[in-house]
C-alpha cells in the first residue's frame, strides 16, 4: 500500500528526529559527581583505597591527590592533617570535608570559612558541635578486600596460630614484653585439638604481627602486604590488641581491632567504651592484664562460644566499620548537607 505523500513526510521528521535524539543520548547521560580526594600520601593506604573504590561503585568520579584544588561546585575531602587547613578555606568546592584520626581540636582561629569535620572521637566530635562547626561522627574503615576472612576460615587444619599479638604500631607493650617470653618455641601446641578437627597443625603458642618484632611472623618481615597480613590474620584463632588505655587510641575503634575481627579472629584487648558502643561482647575486654591469660584459655578451649562471636564481630566490621561503609555514610552525609544546610 502506498502512503500519500504528506504521510511520508511526518515519517521521515519522525524517523530524522529519533536518529538525532539516538546521537544525543551519550551527550544526555548523568552527570556524576566529582570528589576530590586528598590522601595521606601520593598512595592511598588499604583503608582509603577501599572507601575510594566504593565511592566509585556509588557513582562518584573521584579526582585523587589533584594538584590544584577541587573546582567549584564539587566536593574535596582531605584525609591529611591540619595544616592543610589554609587550603580548605580557598577551596571553591561546594563543600569541603576534612578527615582525621590525630586527637586535638583543629586550631580554626583566623579562619573564616570552615569545612565540614570527620572524627572519629566522641569529645571531638561534641567539642567540635558545641563551636557550632559543622561535624560528624565518622571513620574510614576497614578495607574488606584486604582484610575479610574466606569461607574456610573455619575448616579442620585451617586455623594455624592460637594467639597472635597484632600491634604494627605498639613498639612496646607490657602485654608484649610478656607474651614475648611464650613466643617462638615452634612446637605443636596441646591445644590443637580445640581449635579445630584433630592433626591441626599450629606453630607455637604466641606469635607477632608487626614491623617491630623479632620473633614476627617470617611471612611478614619486615613488613607484608595488607592484604598478606590480613591471610595471616584470618589463620589466628585469637588476636591480642593492645591499646593504651592513656593513648587516643582508646577513645576510638583501634585499626587493628577491626582489621583483625575482620579477618575472622576472636579479638582480646583492654576496656575500651568505643568498642564496647560498636561491638557490644564480641569483642572480649579486660581490665586488668592479669585476667588476660585465663580469657585466652577459655576461649580456646570453648571454640563453639568463640567461633559465635567470631562471625558477629566479623558482621559488624563490615556492616559498621569498612571502608565501603564508610563511603555510604559519607554519602548519607553529603546527601543530608544538601538538603537541609546552604554551602
Known sequence: MKLPAAQKTVLGLLAAIAAAALCALPFLAVKKDIVYVYA?????????????????????????????????????????????????ETSPAAWNFIYNEDYYPFDWRGLKKFPVVLTPYRELYEHYARSNIRTAMFTVGVNTTDFYAPETVFQPGYKVYPLVYYGDNNKS?????????????????????SLNAQNSTVQGSVWFMGRFWENGLPQLVPQGTPAEKGRELS??????????????????????TAEAAAAGALVIMPSNPAVKEIYG?????????????????????????????????????????????????????????????EP
Do not use: H
Not at 607490657?174 to 613466643?183: D, G, I, R, T
Not at 584463632?237 to 587510641?249: G, K, Q, S, W
Open 235 to 256: 589463620r589466628a584463632f585469637i588476636a591480642a590488641v593492645y591499646a593504651d588505655p592513656e593513648t587516643p587510641a582508646a577513645k576510638m575503634v583501634p585499626s587493628e
Open 40 to 88: 595521606k600520601s601520593p598512595v592511598p593506604d588499604s583503608r582509603e583505597t577501599g572507601f575510594i573504590r566504593e565511592l566509585k561503585r556509588l557513582g562518584y568520579e573521584v579526582k585523587l591527590n589533584s594538584s590544584s584544588l577541587p573546582a567549584a561546585g564539587t566536593v574535596g575531602l582531605w584525609f591529611r592533617p591540619p595544616e592543610f587547613a589554609s587550603q580548605l
Open 173 to 193: 607493650s607490657p602485654l608484649a614484653e610478656s607474651l614475648k617470653k611464650q613466643s617462638g618455641n615452634n612446637k605443636p601446641s596441646p591445644l590443637a585439638g
Open 281 to 341: 561482647d564480641n569483642v572480649i575486654m579486660y581490665e586488668k592484664e592479669s585476667d588476660f591469660p585465663g580469657l585466652v584459655d577459655y576461649y580456646l578451649q570453648n571454640p563453639e562460644i568463640s567461633r559465635a562471636k567470631i562471625v558477629a564481630a566479623q558482621k559488624i566490621t563490615a556492616d559498621r566499620l569498612s571502608s565501603a561503609a564508610s563511603a555510604r555514610r559519607f554519602k548519607e552525609i553529603l546527601d543530608w548537607l544538601r538538603q537541609n544546610v
